[in-house]
């Protein structure tokens, strides 16, 4: 699964978050049309690439015309806005769940009801594009969950329409309440967290720290110069499913209708003896009914090349087909398993608490030809004594947990 980690080291904003989903990849022009979609006016998106205290990133302004006014919206008005777009109902519902979490908490700060917020600078259009924008980005770049770090504070006061108001703003920490952020201290005397930045969390993401494989990093610039590196981080990588381990590997493909066998088993050999993680053969029909075959090679990514190269060279192949493919694998371990005849080493797969043992073929097959017992009884007596010394195990451990 696709996931996101936004790192908030130093706080977040809506144009910081942008400016990350810029750096992780998410094209600026992209941005722009989507976000045009929406019947507002009165602004333009400006992206460029940011280099400051040691790190490169992007920094993403909604710059408004003074010429067009941007008046406070209800939520009303602001959910009939994203509804009248022709955005994915995705992107659509999740905005409207940001701005209805940020009515919720400016109507508990306030004492009215969510219907009656005005919702200020936070109802102006820079706001709702950093949301709808953020939103789609996500969306664009197949992210399926939003996970967060904890929340620096910051301390001061910050402007806003109702006046002078402590930092976190009440709205921003109603938020970060409400969704049970960890908060930690921060220098810093200046707010850092903006209520644009919180109803992003507080709506979209789970407040921990998942384990993944991290694919990207995108940095996000804040408009505030700070002692430090002003910018927030998004980690975009995978997780895998409960049990099973996930990584990426590249298929390097060829169809073959003019090779001769012994070419095909030798360069078998030579692509394993390389690297490669397998290497298969299957039957194909190709043009004029030729039968043929297709090679196939599986390769960490890092030994595509020269895989690729092997394959090109010793084959009458023109060229190869590269694509990347993610695995999911069972957990896995190998032991060594006493038997009648000897030790056979046995390979150990883990599903749950599911196991499967299975005997290195030729461990059983040197047993069977030095004591003449079938091959099939070495092999089930083998996978009984893995299973034997699993149970054991196991019950070792809950014993020790006891």
Known sequence: MKVVFVDCFSGISGDMFLGALVDLGLEPDDLRKAVARLPIDGYHIQAEPVQRQGLAGHSVRVVLDERVPQPARHLAEIEAII?????????????????RALADAEASVHGVSAEEVHFHEVGAVDSIVDIVGAVWGLHALGVEK????SVPTGSGMVQTAHGLLPVPAPAALELLARSGAPLRPSPATT?????????????????EQPELRVSRIGYGFGQKVLPWANVIRLWLGETAPEGLDSDEVDVVEANLDDELPE????TMQTLLADGALDVYFTPIQMKKNRPAVK????AQPERTESLAGIVLRETSTLGVRIY???RLKSRRWQMEVPTPWGSVRVKVKALGSER???PEYEDCLRLSRESGVPLAEIYRVARNAAGTMNRDAER???????
């Not at 090679?295 to 599986?298: G, K, P």
């Open 83 to 99: 509804e009248r777009s022709d955005l994915d109902q995705r992107v659509r519902e999740d905005a409207c769940r940001v701005f």
């Open 146 to 149: 939003v996970y967060a770090s």
């Open 191 to 207: 707010e850092l967290v903006t209520p644009t930045g919180a109803a992003l969390l507080a709506a979209l993401a789970s407040f």
């Open 263 to 266: 070419i095909l088993g030798a």
């Open 295 to 298: 090679l196939t090679v599986l």
């Open 324 to 326: 990347r493919a993610r």
């Open 356 to 358: 499967v043992a299975a």
């Open 396 to 402: 070792g451990m809950k014993h020790d947990e006891e």
